[in-house]
């Protein structure tokens, strides 16, 4: 099979020195990891893939703020490109008069990543630009950080050494030990620092438009923050057509001090340069050892990206499944289903790209069709030999459903996308008389309070004020079914079990407060759209909220419509 994917995939590629791991993709989202501890946030999201760990570029004459990369700010650039050479990866864009060169590489010989930052002036005036990281610090497994991040964010203290923020888990138990990671600013001091991310998004807000670039300097938190992010902020003077280098150092250390260590060794930008030019010549010589030329490499790395990112044109349509037929593969990783058997030469291609991928971590369940149902000698636990004649038409339309990547024929080719562009503006809606009543709350906290009667708690948002410092949010059930919702329309729905049986998603995120249930209107004469609820399309208005016994209502006015939403 050789599929026409609907839509590009991301160019991306895998980063690695076989203990290290990095994803980087065009849009300049991705993730990081040492074997299992993973670095940084990241789900693979097709539409709004908008994780990874971010760098973010302000005007401090002007204000103007935009990121290095596509994500996560979104602005649109005058010139915007990646590239690849073997073992690294570059970002190169133009906004606002400033060209930024982002290089991206994992260290050969320590547990690191380096992001080389070039920045040049293209205006013949002199520019003032404030540089921001940013990073979702994790430091667990992808599984427990998914399953209850809530709960896994409690027990991440941070610190900060010089130019250098640590993150450490507290043991729940005496048998329990952790490694520290690590992130540090290289070539420039760092001014500031935040390693908390609710104090740095804001409440209401997202990883596009974070409160802390806003401000003068970062608050400075560290300790046992509730919900943990690694930031450094420095600020540099470019002269007319001129340029600076400055770099950024994130990795994972068995210990704080180890940790400290690498931080102070790769303390400089000619240090950031000897690892990209170390990468390039790892690279060369792995490929060398699996037989792979650049272009072989290249197509590996491409279909590797494709299916990280759950590319449904890479396995057939969904048909209508049977669970109690499911095939002996585990879940755990992604599944390869090769339907040609072991002599034909998608599939020896396959096996190689699977050895290929092993070198950058990106693990896979290797499934064959053929006859023999036998497996050559020599393969590892996670490769299986299935004969079609044994597993029924129901059994293969449930494997088939599992995999990530199923191949009849060739292996499919995968077009990449090197130059992400933003999403089109959304018209904003003006702003409508006020949607308060002249009800008079009763206990009124600045946000909100008891209406006359007691049954409902009133939430009145401005839309221009400050949002509550936490959601607010009302829980309706019955034995059967339930749904929760908050102040801002973000909810969720479920049956029998809130946390096991969900129909829509919950994140149980405060900061941003994600919606995974919402409302649209749109005005089709001149295709304005928002949301008849606070979001997740706030319309320039104010809303009241009214969460009552078994329910909520939402109401507002905006473009000459009066709302009410229960």
Not at 184 to 206: H, K, P, V, Y
Not at 403 to 430: D, F, M, Q, S
């Amino acid at each position: 099979m050789k599929p026409d994917p609907l839509l590009p995939a991301p160019h991306a590629r895998l980063l690695s020195n076989g203990r290290y791991f990095t994803f980087i993709t065009a849009a300049g989202t991705g993730q990081s990891r040492r074997h299992g501890h993973v670095v940084n946030r990241w789900h693979g999201d097709q539409v709004e893939d908008a994780q990874g760990q971010f760098i973010y570029l302000r005007d401090l004459d002007t204000g103007t703020l935009w990121s290095a990369a596509m994500q996560p700010v979104k602005c649109g650039s005058t010139s915007y490109q990646s590239s690849d050479l073997p073992g690294s990866f570059r970002i190169t864009s133009e906004s606002n008069g400033i060209r930024s060169q982002l290089d991206i590489a994992v260290s050969p010989n320590d547990d690191l990543e380096v992001r080389r930052l070039q920045l040049t002036n293209l205006t013949k005036r002199p520019r003032r630009i404030e540089v921001t990281s940013f990073i979702e610090a994790v430091l667990t497994w992808q599984g427990a950080d998914i399953g209850h991040p809530a709960f896994s964010k409690l027990f991440v203290q941070t610190s900060r050494e010089g130019n250098t923020l640590f993150a450490e888990r507290r043991p729940r138990g005496a048998d329990e030990t952790w490694p520290c990671l690590f992130h540090s600013l290289a070539g420039a001091t760092a001014q500031s620092w935040e390693t908390d991310r609710l104090r740095f998004l804001g409440r209401g807000r997202t990883a596009a438009d974070p409160r802390a670039c806003e401000a003068e300097a970062l608050s400075g938190s560290i300790g046992n923050v509730l919900d943990p992010c690694l930031s450094l902020r420095t600020a540099i003077q470019l002269v007319a057509e001129g340029e600076a280098v400055l770099g950024f150092v994130t990795g994972i250390a068995d210990s704080k001090e180890q940790a400290a260590s690498l931080s102070m060794k790769y303390g400089e930008t000619n240090s950031i340069d000897h690892v990209l030019n170390e990468a390039v010549e790892a690279e060369e010589n792995l490929r060398l050892e699996h037989g792979l030329d650049d272009r072989t490499a290249s197509r590996f790395q491409s279909l590797a990206a494709a299916m990280h990112y759950g590319h449904r044109s890479l396995v057939p349509p969904p048909q209508e499944l049977d669970p109690s037929v499911a095939p002996p593969v585990p879940r755990d990783r992604p599944t390869m289903v090769l339907c040609d058997g072991w002599s034909a030469a998608s599939t020896q291609e396959a096996l190689k790209a699977r050895r290929y991928w092993g070198t950058k971590g990106f693990y896979t369940n290797f499934v064959v069709f053929d006859d023999s149902s036998q497996t050559p000698e020599g393969h590892d636990d996670r490769v299986f030999t299935l004969s079609p004649s044994v597993l029924d038409e129901r059994g293969t339309s449930l494997l088939y459903a599992i995999a990530t990547l199923v191949v009849k024929g060739a292996l499919p080719e995968i077009n990449n996308n090197h130059a992400p562009g933003a999403p089109p503006a959304v018209a904003k809606v003006e702003c409508g008389d006020s949607g308060f009543s002249d009800e008079k709350l009763r206990f009124f906290n600045g946000y909100g309070g008891f209406s006359e009667d007691g049954h409902e708690y009133v939430i009145r948002l401005p839309h221009d004020g400050e949002r509550p410092p936490m959601p607010w949010i009302n829980v309706v059930a019955n034995e059967q079914a339930g749904f929760l919702v908050s102040e801002s329309g973000a909810g969720c729905t479920w049956t029998r079990n809130s946390q096991a049986n969900r129909l829509t998603p919950w994140s149980n995120e405060p900061a941003s407060d994600p919606h995974g249930e919402a409302f649209y209107l749109r005005d089709e004469a001149n295709g304005e759209v928002w949301s008849p609820l606070p979001g997740p399309v706030p319309a320039a208005c104010d809303h009241e909220v009214r969460h009552g016994l078994g329910a909520t209502r939402f109401r507002s006015a905006c473009n000459g419509i009066e709302q009410d939403t229960v």
